[in-house]
């Protein structure tokens, strides 16, 4: 199983990037599988930024994020996104795609139950 992330760069503050995360393995039932994004700043622990259902109908985020990321998932393309707006400096962090198990509707993903985890990609934000 392979989580490719993507679409990491430079912004300034109040400025918006989307992450991508294409999923691919032979035998990965993307749509079984819970999705999140989790980030890593220089120094401090990797925490968790939104998390989505297989169906895509729960979501859970952050208090740090909520109502400036929105994450979202198209099964049929075996992706995952994360549409970041209003960004802060303290949004800077290699941000890391996930993938658990789980159960059908769940959005409890933990740092610890991940499956499958992405190689990162740099979010750097400048104020």
């Known amino acids: 199983v392979q989580l490719q992330a993507s679409g990491g760069g430079s912004v300034q503050a109040g400025g918006s990037l989307r992450l991508s995360c294409a999923a691919s393995?032979?035998?990965?039932?993307?749509?079984?599988?819970?999705m999140g994004w989790f980030r890593q700043a220089p120094g401090k622990e990797r925490e968790i930024v939104a998390v989505?259902?297989?169906?895509?109908?729960?979501?859970r985020y952050a208090d740090s994020v909520r109502g400036r990321f929105t994450i979202s998932r198209d099964n049929a393309e075996n992706t995952v996104y994360l549409q970041m707006n209003s960004l802060k400096s303290e949004d800077t962090a290699v941000y890391y795609c996930?993938?658990?198990?789980?159960?059908?509707?769940?959005?409890?993903?933990?740092?610890?139950?991940?499956?499958?985890w992405g190689q990162g990609t740099l979010v750097t934000v400048s104020s």
């Open positions: 989505i259902s297989w169906s895509g109908s729960r979501k």
């Open positions: 996930a993938a658990d198990g789980g159960v059908a509707g769940s959005v409890s993903m933990t740092k610890s139950g991940v499956d499958y």
């Open positions: 393995g032979r035998t990965f039932s993307f749509y079984r599988y819970e």
